[in-house]
Every structure is written in structure tokens, then in C-alpha cells.
């Protein structure tokens, strides 16, 4: 393929996650996972239009989402992770990036030309304002979280040893995937999870963790001598991500330990301007290189220990009080 051939085809590559993500809502993955379906048996199923069923299932199998014989049509390797009760399902994760996210990039020049939030300007709230405002919203992020997070805490036990320490709360820490996998390998420390009300009320609760409701923007509860912010500061520009440590800082006793995982910009060879790129529009900030993670600690009075590998992309910072 030539060079404006091969630019033409990427000008519409978004096709295809849109046809895969349109799949996950509409549950053709799920009416396969059991076995193969002719188009007619999918589209009565499903209460879909026959024809335009036919097509999107074309499409599915011309993208290896699918596979085809003798009419029926058959989950591949691609896609048996996108049915909702694989064990380690991506269907919400997948369905994500196709809504208000797509809008916000639609949008992104604004951004750009303004450093404010584009998904704020097409919506009227910032983005976990909006999604608080809706529970069914709300709940579908943190599942699509959850699906990047389990994967993402495999070898954390490896990593850190968490047994040094009598408790630990996971601060934002979401459907508890962080929490788990700690608890696999460390059956004697107590474990809170702390979060928003609307987020410890819509998941199913675990009898070793105890779940505590609240806003790390106000108060953290005083529960732990160690303290976990996964994934939390990148979100927030450097006023709020500060206002975070400043709690934390007050949450814990003397000598107490904060874990800060992150994608660090400068212990990384992949490029993070795309995703720095996602931050700024939804969220006005952008993926930090570890110094700039430390800076912030140690403006909330934090004292830097060291920093130790988790996985391809993130870098747990640990710091002490």
C-alpha cells in the first residue's frame, strides 16, 4: 500500500473499534459465548434489524472479531474477552472509550487552543462531577476500570511487601481489584477501601475488606498506617493533586507509608503524549514524569524513599511521613 493509500485507511481505523465497542452494547458477544449463531438467530435474539445485523457481523469477522462456518458465526480469541462473564472481561472496558470520550476528542482542539477541559465544555461538569450524577454511568466507568486494574496489580505482591505494615487503605481504591490482590498474599493485614458513597454502594462487598465512604478532597479517614493512590493524582491538576496529598499526609501516623502508582513519563521508553493528550481533555491535567510526582509529595511535606517497577507502565513512588 503506498503512502496515500495507507493515510487514507487510517483516517477511518476508528471504524473498527466503533464496530467491535457497538457489538459489546448491543450483547452480540454474549449471545455467542455459549455457541455459534446463524445471523438470523442473532438478530431475532437480540430484536436486531436482520439485514443491518448481517452486515455488523460481516464487519466483525472481516476484523477477526469473529469467525464464520457454514452460516454461523463463532467468538474468536479476540473476542471472547469482550462477553461479560469471562473471568477476566473487557467488555466495559471496551464500550468506554466509544461515548463521552470520543466526543471529547472530537473536541480536542479546544484544549489545545485553551488548556481547559473539553469534555467540561461539551458537557457542563467535569468529568467525575458528570459521572456521579449518574449511577448506571458511574458504575460502567469503574467496571472498565477494574477490567485495566486487575491486570495491572498482578505482580504488585512481588513488588512490595506489603506484610511490614498491620493495615493499608486503598484511597479512590474503586472495585477493590488493588485490595485483592494484596489480600491473596497477605491474609493478616487489614484492608479498608475508601471512596465515594456511590461507588462502595454499587459493588459487591468482600468480608477481609473493610469499606469505608468518603471524599479524599475533604477529609481521609484515619484508619492505616499505610495509604495507596493508584491511578488518582494523574487525574487532577496540581492544586487538587496537592489537596490529595495534604489529606493523605493528615491521615497518617507518624512514620506511616504512602504508595503512589503512576505512569512515569521519565522511567518509561514509550511515549506518553497520547494518553497525556486523553488527560488534558478530559480531565485538565497529564501523565507526570516521577519528579514531578515527588515535587507534589513533598510540597504535602512527604519524604521520598525510592521508586520501584510494577509493570510495562507504572512505577510505584513510596514515600514516608
Known sequence: MNKKDSLKSFFTEHWKYLAVSTACKLNIFDVLAEKGKT?????????????????????????????????????????????????ESLKYACMHWATEHLTTWQNLDFSIRTNKSAFEDQFGASYFDYLNQDVQKLTDYHKAMNAYARDDYKKINHVIDFSIHKSIMDVGGSYGALLQTIKQNNINV????????????????????????????????????????????????????????????????????????????????????????NMLAVCESYERSSLEYISLANKADFKFREAKKLNQLQTILIFTK
Do not use: M
Open 39 to 87: 445471523a438470523i438467530e442473532i438478530s431475532q435474539s437480540l430484536s436486531l434489524h436482520k439485514k443491518n445485523t448481517k452486515i455488523l457481523l460481516d464487519a466483525l469477522y472481516e476484523i477477526e472479531f469473529l469467525s464464520h462456518e457454514n452460516d454461523t458465526y463463532i467468538l474468536t480469541e479476540n473476542s471472547i474477552y469482550l462477553t461479560e462473564n469471562h473471568s
Open 190 to 277: 487489614k484492608c479498608y477501601l475508601f471512596d465515594l458513597d456511590l461507588v462502595i454502594e454499587s459493588q459487591e462487598k468482600r468480608n477481609d475488606i473493610t469499606y469505608i465512604k468518603g471524599d479524599f478532597f475533604e477529609r481521609i479517614s484515619t484508619y492505616s498506617e499505610a495509604i495507596i493512590l493508584s491511578r488518582i493524582l494523574h487525574d487532577w491538576n496540581d492544586e487538587k493533586a496537592i489537596k490529595i496529598l495534604n489529606n493523605t499526609f493528615k491521615s497518617l501516623p507518624e512514620n506511616g507509608f504512602l504508595y503512589v502508582i503512576e505512569n512515569c513519563s521519565d522511567k518509561l521508553t514509550t511515549n506518553l503524549s497520547l494518553l497525556s493528550l
